[in-house]
Nanobody, 125 residues
């Protein structure tokens, strides 16, 4: 059983940056793709970034392309989300997630089995 714990959220002004981290324990993540999701009040959970096992393939939601970067350090069992040029519409709870088996990289929430508790990101205008 993999446990995921996010950190790094907070309050930032528009145009600012934050770096989220997701630390995994209870298992290895090196065999699995990893994803970052967000959910704003009244909206569905969406995948903003996903990374293949070695981090070679990365996918981004159109809304964050060019501003967010997903990276991973498998030795440290940690996945990061660097968020630059933040906008008020980026305000949401951000979650990291992992599947429980080796599968092709997918952005859909139902392709992930382990979820962190989430970290709040608030961007003020």
């Amino acid at each position: 059983q993999v446990q995921l714990v996010e950190s790094g959220g907070g309050l930032v002004q528009a145009g600012g940056s934050l770096r989220l981290a997701c630390a995994a324990s209870g298992g290895t993540i090196s065999n699995y793709y990893m994803g970052w999701f967000r959910q704003a009040p009244g909206k569905e959970r969406e995948c903003v970034a996903a990374s293949s096992r070695a981090g070679i393939t990365r996918r981004y939601a159109d809304s964050v392309k060019g501003r967010f970067t997903i990276s991973r350090d498998n030795d440290k069992k940690t996945v990061y989300l660097q968020m630059n040029s933040l906008k008020p519409e980026d305000t949401a709870v951000y979650f990291c997630a992992a599947p429980n088996s080796i599968r092709p990289l997918r952005p859909e929430a139902d392709a992930y089995d382990y979820w962190g508790q989430g970290t709040q990101v608030t961007v003020s205008s």
